[in-house]
């Protein structure tokens, strides 16, 4: 995505090389997003002669599979990464083969076994609040792996279908799959439901995590603060997670 | 879809050539199918060797987008296209770019223009019952265009989103498309409700007639009598309908 809308930009833009698009959640190959913010700079002489058709010229000549719903000027201060306040997420997955649709297999999972949900919010309960999620990371040097989890439920969306919500700050490399990998163990009974606990604890990477495919993740929100904040949040946020940090 | 079938069942029973199969709902190229039926004849050994396990070895050699949910088999007199008594279809269309979904462009038409479901329904009752259906299909020699329609409406399924349903004994080739495309220029205001009515009448192909795009169009649902009636049913839908009739 971010390649495609940046030599798009460049084409548009008449701007070489292309501009550097900074996206508020980073998302590994195959993950979607319906939400995602990004910001890019731009010389006012290029966007002044852009900006009125931008957003229509950009629909002509991007693919199908990437939307871009609206472009404006940032205010002042505004960073699509380190300026969010948070970050939604959502997980979707199949677990009744009466109910399995080919059509939607491009952004659910098909779990084979039946989940209860029950048990998976019981055990996503450990995670809510300030934790160190090393234990569901990708580690990097530098970086801390300590996020602030607002958010962490499974609902039916209908017969068969079971969707996972997660809100955060924002999340480490890997987090949302390895945390819905794992609540898929318990949730299908292979672990129980106090092993979440015991495996954030534990703040190494447990290869008895598996990190769920990506392709039923989508980023569906970024929440950033009213406009006068942005610039202090950014700050803050670059000086909490070092700078080299991972993920967004 | 049938040709995948045929040749993974030509393997698995041990069929050459690959046995012909029969489908409720003869889809056009991208049109998908959630609820589809279909039979086969088999041969009484190839059958026993293969029947225990036939369902979970379809599902180990078919691709991603083919499910086959599960394989029986057939009450006799079945015939999974003449015994039907009825399809039911969808059609997904969003026509707000706010909530355009690239995730679903594959079975979700993008209509720029927003829809007045008011009016659409308005115009689809001109549909509901007996009817020539000649000027919504591509006409075939000495196939009957007489189609039932019992139920054609269409609901919001969420903002910006509305999906079509229709109901029908069958439905001839292009059928749905042709009156989706119909009533999408009533709904969007190119045309009034009642035009709808007056093609209908006037029982030829009309080119303002616009087919509308084969992907956000699903078969979800056949429906049988009672296994006593369907023999009784195939014959009387033969013979109804013409030989050499268009369409399921």
Redesign the interface.
Known sequence: MQGVLEEALSRLLGLVPAPSLTVAGRTDAGV?A?GQVAHVDVPVPAWRAAASSLARRLDRVLP????V?SVAPAPPGFDARFSALWRRYTYRVCDS??H????????TLWHPRPLSLDRMNEAARACLGEHDFAAFCRPRRGASTVRDVRELRWERAGPGVAVGTVVADAFCHNMVRALTGALLAVGDGRKAPGWLETVLAGRVRDPAVVVAPPHPL?LEEVRYPPDSELADRAARTRQARGAGRAGA
């Not at 199908?64 to 939307?67: N, Y």
């Not at 399995?100 to 952004?107: C, F, W």
């Open positions: 979607h319906r199908a599979d990437v939307l719903r083969r009466a399995l649709d080919p059509v939607r297999r491009t952004d989508c």
